[in-house]
């Protein structure tokens, strides 16, 4: 085989997928949505927690004191004082107010609409600021009377211990940013071959190729290649955006407190070697089902399943389906669990030489298939 004969054939179809300018642009994009997903929950997360700082606009018929207003403004509520029901009832209409406090006869009524959450939720919080004023009432009336309040009020003593664990949706994204670089790289092979394969074929750019002095062996081996460079940097730039977004994440979204993420030196290389092997049987894949299809909507609809493949990494996390030596034998599905393995739980030798192993096969099969196709006239010619 020529090698500057593959190496040129290479360089035609890198020219020809830049020369897309649609294509080039929607292979850009793809690993963006790796940070976006992991930004954007760390922001809602953070953003529901910050909740708790929002004040309630709530009415109230009499002046609260020093004590009373001290309960409030910890509860998150804010007052404005009202002479009388029919004025709180005309500010709960212009929403000025979500709820108010009716005093009569030495009784508080508690006006909200439990259908809505704001109002249902100042109206739990009326509640809380109404028993905790009742309770220091309470306690400076036994302290009056000489009684140790502790003796009335604390008979059951209780603490509430918060236990640290998992933010389920933060954990969710997190196992899901690494396999989604499988994901890249399958959508970014399959886009490529559908223009080398299929593409040719309606432009009939191939068989002017099969006119100039190269093999077929090295036109498929050029292509594989070329398809496999683009793949491969995409998934690179994928898993680097993937890192990055997962790090700046623990220390700028509250929501990563205690999520554990390592990256050294040998995690990002094997993440490389992995990459690579990925790249290698997508593309040789792609180009096997693509070289059969006969137009751009054929090969697409043929590459779909490939990508339904790439995707079943992303989902496993969510039903705790741990990695196994045969998990990790299945292409593409078992790269994308020993991604999230590397970063995560830990690294198992086993899995990682029975996915090294499995793909060096997968490799070698899905080129001497490719390498048998363009030697066929039904896949050259159509």
């Not at 953070?46 to 309960?71: C, H, P, Q, R, V």
């Not at 009569?104 to 809505?116: E, H, P, Q, V």
């Not at 068989?207 to 290649?225: A, D, N, Q, R, Y």
């Not at 997962?246 to 990256?263: K, M, N, P, R, Y």
Request: glycine share 6%; proline share 2%.
């Amino acid at each position: 085989m020529r090698w500057n004969k593959v190496f040129l054939t290479i360089k035609k179809e890198l020219r020809a997928i830049f020369r897309d300018k649609k294509s080039f642009i929607q292979i850009l994009a793809m690993p963006f949505i790796i940070p976006f997903m992991v930004f954007l929950m760390g922001f809602l997360y953070d953003f529901m927690m910050n909740e708790d700082n929002f004040k309630y606009m709530i009415g109230t018929n009499y002046e609260l004191n020093s004590n009373e207003k001290a309960i409030v403004s910890e509860l998150g509520l804010d007052v404005i004082t009202y002479k009388n029901k029919e004025e709180m009832d005309k500010a709960y209409e212009n929403g000025d107010i979500v709820a108010y406090i009716n005093l009569d006869n030495n009784k508080y009524y508690i006006n909200s609409n439990l259908t809505s959450e704001d109002s249902s939720i100042a109206s739990s919080y009326i509640e809380t600021y109404l028993t905790t004023y009742n309770k220091f009432l309470a306690e400076n009336y036994l302290m009056g009377e000489d009684i140790n309040p502790s003796d009335v009020f604390n008979i059951i003593n209780y603490e509430i211990v918060e236990l640290k664990g998992d933010n389920f949706l933060v954990q969710m994204v997190a196992d899901m940013a690494l396999p989604y670089v499988i994901v890249v790289i399958v959508l970014v092979a399959a886009t490529c071959t559908v223009d080398v394969t299929a593409g040719e074929k309606e432009r009939g750019t191939l068989e002017t190729l099969l006119t100039f002095p190269v093999k077929s062996s090295e036109i498929v081996m050029g292509k594989f290649l070329g398809i496999a460079t683009m793949s491969f940097f995409s998934g690179i730039f994928s898993f680097l955006l993937a890192v990055s977004s997962l790090g700046i994440s623990t220390h700028l979204f509250d929501a990563f407190d205690g999520f554990e993420f390592s990256v050294g030196i040998g995690t990002v290389v094997m993440a490389v070697i992995i990459i690579c092997a990925v790249s290698l049987i997508v593309s040789g894949l792609s180009i096997a089902i693509g070289s059969k299809a006969k137009s751009f909507k054929e090969a697409q609809s043929a590459l779909q399943p490939i990508q339904f493949l790439g995707m079943i990494p992303l989902f496993l996390p969510m039903f705790e389906v741990e990695n196994t030596i045969i998990i990790s034998m299945i292409p593409l599905v078992g790269q994308g669990m020993l991604l999230n393995e590397l970063f995560s739980v830990g690294v198992n030798y086993i899995n990682v030489i029975c996915s090294f192993v499995s793909s060096i096969v997968f490799i070698i099969l899905v080129i001497s298939i490719i390498s048998k196709q363009y030697k066929s006239e039904k896949v050259l010619f159509f």
